[in-house]
């Protein structure tokens, strides 16, 4: 029992909708074009109820199944921005903005749920009330946290919450979940290091910022493999050094650093933050320097109930088969602002293969077509099966 077959003659009509996204690409919460669609896409489908503007530019669509008396409110996610990253496919549907693309297949997470959003509105074989969420910023600006602090999860009556994203290397057809933590927290930061400028010619009569910078970045690489158990996951990338000039010959005054740390735990993410401030005020004070660490908690760890975790890779297996399922994937250190719905409500995210694509954030991605009927089936047994309706048959 792979795709639901209503689903299979949705999926030409749904690809459409998918490049259309494609082609018009907008970033974190400005994003008119393509809320403005959502939400006129649900009123069309006969959604019970669609409201806009929650979390900023968010859209949250209701569909009551054909009986409610279980009480049963299910949430399901998609996200909806794209990435500053000028695209190199040469397709057809390829951006027409410069300088922004899905690079991440957030127009196919947004198209298979819409597709699903029609398939419910039309079956309604429930029995409860499934809330499709498309959710602006996931991509570092926290339309996830947006969403919640905005009561989505209160107003809305939501129980459970599920996410999905693609997966490249991961064969279409297939689905990778695991419990507990799936994907890692990021945090980020900015170091300020502050010395004596002068000229290059004379170094002994300067603090030289660049060399104390240079032993911060050192040092900041040896913090991992040498106070955090090896057993556990922490990474740490200073991905930017600017010293505020370019001149050859000047000694710079101040230099400033900036990085992200990814953790899978909170007693390493307490951990790593706290050695990371004592090497930064240490290391330049042994130089005479001074430094600060200004440390900025962004998303949590996106962390899976295990009840909800279980109940996923049932579902999955339904679409996919036990054999296409793998309940035991490896967490990845990349982040997601699902992780914020998953702290207000039991849960679980699940990745589904994209095949054999570029990586996302590349410039040379797409969403591999060929999953959207997968995604969206997914989707529908996934309400179904959580909230059966008496008597109901499954198309």
Known sequence: MPVVNRIADMQDEVALWRRDLHAHPELMFDLPRTSALVAARLREFGCDEVVEGIGICGVVGVIRGRETGSGRVIGMRADMDALPIEEITGLPHASKTPGKMHACGHDGHTA????????????????????????????????????????????????????????????VGQFAIRPGPIMAAADHFDIEVEGHGGHAARPHACIDTTLVAAQIIVAAQSLVARTVDPVESAVVSITSMHTGGDAYNVIPQTVALRGTVRTLSPAVQDHVEAKLHALVEHTARAFGARATLSYHRNYPVTINAAAQTGFAGDVAAQVAGEAGVRRDAPPLLGAEDFSFMLNARPGAFIFTGNGDTAGVHHPAYDFNDAAIPVGMSYWARLVETAMPAANGAKA
């Open 112 to 171: 298979m749920l819409l597709g699903a959003a029609k398939y419910l509105t039309e079956t309604r074989n429930f029995d409860g009330v499934a809330v499709v969420i498309f959710q602006p910023a996931e991509e570092g600006g926290g339309g996830g946290r947006e969403m919640v602090n905005d009561g989505m999860m209160d107003r809305f009556g939501v129980q459970e919450v599920y996410g999905m994203h693609n997966m490249p290397g991961l064969p």
